[in-house]
């Protein structure tokens, strides 16, 4: 293999003896993560983040260091079952180093690998913030009063669909196809997406799905409809366009970078409700307008935010050689409008008021306002009961941004010819938020559209209609289309590595 080629190389060169020990001994740590499948010249911008991440783990490991506490977010991102496994080997042996490990995990491999378990929840945002459950993985899994537990447990998990919708006969004109893809180590590839059906791509790390499905399909699609200036990875072309009418993807990346952006904004939301504040008589005697109730209109052009703050509720500090500091305004008190137009009311609540509601609240609100209940509707589905609406987006974490994304995507009269692309969709969700996000995107599915997701969750890839997956490793070695179809017919390709974990789901 390359990493015996590597040692070999080490053991020949003309350095101190110290030197070649401490080489052997960073690239022996490395080996458990596959990081020596990496060509070592390659940049850092050309690693996924499954790779990325390896290598990092692996120069703590080579480091030899003990009585450290290593904190980890969601380490498992972007990582395929095998890899996974490994990476709880690599944090396994940290501990057993004399080391702490604390780690933030949705993945069940990972919490059932855990030497001890704290649980939070019991739900999210305003219905969280409580201790839950402690203890070891058994010991959760024993206890019902943990959502985390009753999924260890069996009592919930996410069923298979009863049915699988079928793609249309090989050559017909349902299809989108991919001819040629080479870009980075795709071996110049054909891989067949059936139309109007939900698609996991899937694969070990660094089989470059991303190259595939972001570099080469979404960009092409986005040139053909939209005249994109993103120059698609190399590939001979496309099939199957004119059944395309749009193409999103759907990525956990903010909503907005300000706190002037919020959940209400960007979903539309807020426009209908400051219409509904202008009808109120109060508002009409005055002569307000809607655009009296936004607080990125200046009071000189008749609106009514604080011009202390300017309407963002917090002025912002900024800090040399740290990042800025936001604080609450000292004029408004953090309620972004003058005193005139929070003296507005629509049953009894002024605009500040109905901002810091939460959907939930809203929703039973603006009950008999239908273009408002329509959208919080929308949230709701999706799982967003909690968050409020003038919620500083900056706030909101990647899959919370992401979810309220596909409640505006819910909320619009689509053509059921829309491609929809999401990159790892389930990263930071725990069990029962994938439970909605699949239900969303089961509906999107129904309408006729298309939906192509890069997946490792088996519980995503197990409900999909149709799979592709890569590899059969990662790096030079991957590249290749090992199996295509069913979640089925996957899991019985013994030459898949997502197909042997798959037939434990399954």
């Not at 983040?49 to 009585?67: C, F, M, N």
């Not at 024993?142 to 985390?148: D, E, K, R």
């Not at 909101?396 to 929809?420: F, H, I, N, W």
Request: hydrophobic share 40%.
């Amino acid at each position: 293999s390359r990493a015996e080629e590597i040692l070999i190389v080490i053991a020949d060169m003309p350095a101190d003896p110290e030197t070649r020990v401490e080489l052997r001994r960073h690239l022996r740590a490395k080996r458990p993560l596959r990081a020596l499948a990496l060509i070592l010249e390659r940049g850092a911008d050309t690693l996924s983040g499954g790779e990325a991440q390896r290598i990092r783990l692996a120069s703590q490991i080579g480091s030899g260091l003990s009585g450290v506490m290593y904190v980890l977010d969601e380490p498992s991102i972007g990582l395929h079952q095998r890899d996974n496994a490994r990476l709880i080997a690599t944090l396994r042996r940290l501990r057993d180093l004399g080391n702490s490990v604390l780690v933030v995990e949705h993945d069940e491999d990972m919490i059932r690998a855990a030497d001890w378990c704290v649980d939070m929840g019991p739900g999210a945002g305003v219905h969280g913030g409580e201790v839950v459950a402690t203890g070891t993985p058994a010991e959760l899994a024993a206890n019902p009063a943990s959502l985390t537990g009753r999924y260890l447990s069996r009592a919930l998990a996410i069923a298979r669909p009863p049915r699988r919708a079928a793609p249309a006969a090989t050559g017909a004109p349902s299809r989108l196809t991919i001819v040629g893809a080479r870009g980075h180590n795709l071996a110049g590839i054909d891989v067949a997406l059936p139309l109007g059906l939900f698609t996991c791509v899937t694969g070990v790390s660094g089989s470059r799905k991303s190259t595939l499905v972001n570099d080469t399909l979404y960009a092409a699609v986005a040139r053909r409809l939209y005249r994109s200036a993103i120059e698609p990875a190399p590939h001979d072309h496309v099939e199957g366009l004119e059944h395309l009418d749009k193409v999103i993807a759907v990525d956990q990346s903010p909503i907005g970078r300000t706190p002037r952006s919020n959940p209400a904004t960007y979903t539309g939301l807020f426009t209908p409700i400051r219409e509904l504040f202008a009808e109120v008589p109060a508002a009409r005697e005055r002569g307000y307008g809607a655009g009296r109730f936004s607080f990125n209109v200046a009071a000189g052009a008749g609106g009514g935010r604080c011009e202390a703050c300017q309407g963002e509720g917090v002025i912002k500090v900024e800090m040399h050689f740290l990042p800025d500091v936001y604080v609450p305004c000292d004029t408004c008190g953090g309620r972004r409008y003058n005193r005139e137009t929070l003296e507005i009311l629509y049953k009894g609540r002024n605009i500040a008021e109905v901002l810091e509601l939460t959907v939930e609240d809203a929703h039973a609100f603006f009950g008999a306002v239908p273009a408002i209940a329509r959208k919080l509707r929308t949230l709701l589905d999706v799982g967003l009961g909690y968050i409020r609406l003038g919620q500083s987006a900056t706030t909101l974490s990647g899959g919370e941004a992401q979810r309220v994304k596909l409640a505006l995507e819910l909320s619009k009269r689509d053509t059921g010819r829309t491609l929809y692309i999401l990159d790892e969709p389930t990263t930071g969700l725990h069990f029962h938020d994938i439970g909605l996000l699949l239900r969303v995107l089961h509906q999107l599915r129904d309408a006729g559209n298309t939906i192509v997701v890069i997946e490792h969750n088996l519980d995503v890839i197990k409900t999909a209609d149709w799979v592709v997956d890569l590899g059969p490793e990662g790096g030079a070695g991957g590249g290749r289309v090992v199996a295509a179809g069913t979640p089925e017919e996957v899991a019985a390709c013994a030459a898949s590595h997502t197909g042997r974990f798959l037939r434990g789901v399954l």
